[in-house]
């Protein structure tokens, strides 16, 4: 079991662990095929076959943090910019986004806070793109 470990170890760490910041939310989290593998054979007792259920697929991702702690929280699964963001403005609670970072479910609230204005940012410049090019096409479109 010893080398087994060792080896999913070995594998997670010598992936790539730079993630784009802010953090794409929307792509899926990158888990090594051994790793799925290994949790499809743990979750299903059987040998690792392209359809899974559901239920397997569904655990087998949740084991991103476990990805998480290998690389000393340097890659988050989606999960842990999605959840506080979905708590911060449903509830407003910082107590409790406090909370879920400390048992490790979430980003911490400053760098929630962070990501918010960082997502704002780009919205903003995508926003200014498209107001100047509607302004130029008024401009040129409209008769003198």
């Known amino acids: 079991m010893t080398k087994t470990a060792l080896q999913l170890r070995a594998d997670i760490t010598?992936?790539?662990?730079?993630?784009a910041w802010p953090p794409e939310t929307d792509k899926s989290y990158n888990i090594?095929?051994?790793?799925?593998q290994f949790l499809h054979t743990l979750l299903s007792g059987g040998p690792a076959t392209v359809n899974q259920s559901e239920r397997e697929e569904r655990l087998s991702n949740s084991f991103g943090n476990m990805v998480c702690a290998l690389a000393n929280?340097?890659?988050k699964p989606p999960k842990h910019i999605l959840l506080p963001s979905?708590?911060?403005?449903?509830?407003e609670n910082i107590e409790l986004l406090h909370t879920l970072n400390r048992f490790g479910?979430?980003?911490s609230y400053s760098q929630l806070e962070e990501t918010?204005?960082?997502?704002?940012?780009?919205n903003s410049d995508k926003l200014r793109v498209m107001f100047y090019y509607l302004l130029i096409?008024?401009?040129v479109i409209s008769p003198p």
């Open 105 to 107: 479910h979430s980003v």
């Open 116 to 122: 918010d204005t960082k997502f704002a940012f780009r």
């Open 86 to 91: 979905a708590v911060k403005s449903l509830t």
């Open 137 to 139: 096409s008024t401009v």
């Open 14 to 19: 010598k992936q790539d662990v730079s993630q």
């Open 73 to 75: 929280g340097k890659r």
């Open 32 to 36: 090594p095929n051994s790793v799925l």
